[in-house]
């Protein structure tokens, strides 16, 4: 780091004779000062026979010291008074130099920052006469200074000293903005900012700088810590390696035994099958036979049942013949029967028949006896009544039973009238 700052530049006007002295005001070398604009002397109150307007500049000329514009260069031939060319701007790119002295930091540390932008007016007539006539040259270099130095202040007082350096570019970019926009309305083109060194302090610089060493050492220390972890992590990779070949060799190991007893297993397995497929043979041949031999003694224990079976029919054919005609004897002599007994029904009939037409014919004689066995039968009803106790009846149920019990005179009268 530099410790001490450079010059602040200043811009500003310069009076030349002539528009051809312009190239010299602008290129004259100067510690701080910068020539923005030039003014040429006019003085003569006679037409000039020609007047040579340099070029690469904007030249502004007057009428009655009216401004009139920019004028072309070249040579002008017969040049009044009443016109004279008032301003000669540069229209090169400047380098404006800012230090600031004494800076604070949030943590109070005065810090030295020297600063370089690059400007121009333009980029045509039109922002040269806004310069000039709106802002000028001791106005805007008051004003730049005053926006550099406000700007640097503002941005290192909200961070601490050691993040200074670290806003160098931050700083610049919101610098070229800010400038930008205040200084385009007045024709002036902020084109690049930069913080060209930063100065702290000379112990707090040196501890900053042991600082960093020790930080170059602790990276050190830690590169060969990290080299060392390498190696072992190496180490170790190389001892799993091992094992796992080691392991991967007894799989191997052990899927060929496995390999080996399957093939083992296997032709175990298929002896077996042979074995049984023989004696499944063996036993299907002798269950053959044996089903031929049953199917043989069933063919002759068929016809055999068939012969018996007929021998049992015919014997209960004759038997149910035999049956048959002992029946039909039976059902000729039960018909017989069954006749007479008819018969005798009808002959019975015929005589209840005439029987009751000798009652219907003898049935008002036999009246009056029907009526007096009645009559016998009705007090032997009431004597069986009368014997078994007492009976309470009353009602005309009662009187009724009283009046068959104890007849009066006009009841014997009335029987007497029917049975004589």
């Not at 006469?129 to 406000?150: C, I, K, M, P, W």
């Not at 035999?322 to 007994?341: F, G, H, Y």
């Not at 006896?369 to 007492?390: F, I, N, P, T």
Request: glycine content about 4%; proline content about 4%; some cysteine.
């Amino acid at each position: 780091m530099a410790s001490a700052l450079t010059q602040h530049s200043h811009c500003v006007q310069t009076g030349i004779s002539s528009p051809e002295q312009a190239g010299s005001a602008f290129n004259r070398q100067h510690p701080t000062e910068i020539c923005l604009v030039a003014v040429p002397d006019h003085t003569s109150c006679c037409c000039s026979a020609y007047l040579n307007i340099p070029s690469g500049y904007f030249v502004l000329y007057q009428r009655w010291y009216k401004n009139q514009g920019p004028l072309d260069p070249g040579v002008k031939m017969c040049w009044p008074f009443w016109y004279r060319v008032s301003h000669v701007v540069n229209a090169a790119t400047i380098t404006y130099t800012a230090p600031s002295a004494q800076v604070p930091t949030a943590d109070n540390v005065m810090v030295d920052i020297n600063l370089s932008l690059t400007f121009s007016i333009g980029p045509g007539a039109e922002a040269a006469e806004a310069f000039v006539f709106t802002l000028g040259t001791t106005r805007f270099d008051e004003f730049l200074s005053n926006e550099v130095e406000e700007g640097i202040r503002g941005l290192v007082y909200s961070v601490t000293h050691d993040r200074v350096n670290d806003l160098r570019e931050e700083f610049a970019q919101g610098m070229l903005a800010s400038l930008s926009r205040k200084f385009l309305p007045f024709g002036v083109q902020i084109k690049n900012v930069k913080i060209t060194d930063v100065a702290l302090p000379p112990v707090l610089a040196q501890n900053l700088e042991q600082t960093t060493t020790f930080r170059t050492r602790i990276d050190e220390i830690a590169k060969k810590h990290g080299n060392s972890i390498r190696v072992l992590q190496d180490e170790a990779a190389q001892q799993l390696e091992a094992i796992v070949r080691n392991n991967a060799r007894r799989k191997q190991d052990l899927l060929s035994q496995c390999q080996k007893y399957e093939i083992e297993h296997k032709e175990i397995i298929d002896e077996i099958v042979g074995t049984t497929r023989v004696t499944e043979i063996e036993t299907q041949s002798k269950m053959d036979v044996l089903i031929a031999s049953a199917k043989g003694n069933l063919a002759v224990a068929t016809a055999e049942g068939q012969k018996e079976a007929e021998e049992i029919v015919k014997k209960a054919q004759i038997s149910a013949d035999k049956k048959r005609v002992e029946v039909d004897q039976r059902a000729a002599v039960i018909v017989l029967d069954s006749e007479a007994t008819l018969r005798a029904a009808e002959n019975n009939a015929q005589a209840l028949i005439v029987s009751a037409e000798a009652e219907n014919t003898a049935a008002p004689v036999l009246e009056v006896k029907r009526k007096y066995e009645l009559e016998w039968e009705r007090l032997a009803v009431l004597q069986q009544l009368a014997s078994k106790g007492r009976r309470f009846v009353s009602g005309e149920t009662g009187a009724a039973l009283l009046k068959e019990m104890v007849p009066s005179a006009n009841t014997f009268a009335t029987a007497k009238k029917q049975y004589f």
